[in-house]
C-alpha cells in the first residue's frame, strides 16, 4: 500500500477549509486574601471600576478598590467556598440592574436576579440601570410635601 501526496494534500485542504478559530481571550487573576465578603485579587490590570467579577461557584463580586497592583472586590454573598488561589475571572461589564415595570412586587439580590421563587425576569437590554449613578440634583428631585412621622422630634 503505497501513500498518495493526492489524497494527503486533499484531506489537508479539507481541514484547512473547514477550520474554526475558537481562541478566546479571558481577563483572569487569582485571590491574593478573602475575608469580610472582601477579596484582594491580583492580575486584573485591565478591571474598571463597578465592573462585575466572576468568582468559583458562580459567585459574583463588583471591582471598586483599583491599585497598581491588585484589586479589591466586594462579593455578592457568602466568602466561605472562597479561598486563597482560587481564578477570578473579569466580565467586561459594569454592574447593572435591570429597571422595568416586571420589577414590580419582585425580591431581587443585589444583581437583579428573582429570589422569590417566581420566573425569571426578562428585561431588554436598554432597560438595565447602574448601580453606581450619579444622584439627580436637587431641584430635579419632587419636593417634600408629606411629612414622615418617625415618633422622634429633633432638638
Known amino acids: ?34 475575608g469580610d465578603s472582601i477579596a484582594t485579587v491580583y492580575g486584573l ?55 422595568g415595570e416586571q420589577m414590580l412586587g419582585r425580591v431581587v439580590d443585589p444583581l437583579g436576579n428573582p429570589i422569590d421563587g417566581g420566573p425569571p425576569i426578562e428585561v431588554p437590554e436598554d432597560q438595565y440601570r447602574l448601580i453606581e449613578i450619579k444622584a439627580p440634583g436637587v431641584l430635579e428631585r419632587q419636593p417634600v410635601n408629606e411629612p414622615l412621622m418617625t415618633g422622634l422630634k429633633a432638638i
Do not use: Q
Open 45 to 99: 490590570l485591565d478591571a474598571k471600576a463597578g465592573e462585575l467579577v466572576e468568582f468559583p461557584g458562580g459567585l459574583m463580586g463588583i471591582a471598586l478598590n483599583l491599585e497598581e497592583s491588585s484589586v479589591g472586590v466586594a462579593l455578592f454573598g457568602s466568602d466561605t467556598g472562597v479561598k486563597e488561589g482560587d481564578i477570578v475571572r473579569c466580565t467586561g461589564r459594569i454592574a447593572s440592574v435591570p429597571a
Open 1 to 34: 500500500m503505497s501513500i498518495r501526496p493526492e489524497e494527503i494534500t486533499a484531506i489537508l485542504s479539507k481541514e484547512i477549509a473547514n477550520y474554526e478559530d475558537r481562541t478566546e481571550m479571558e481577563k483572569v487573576g487569582s485571590i491574593l486574601a478573602v
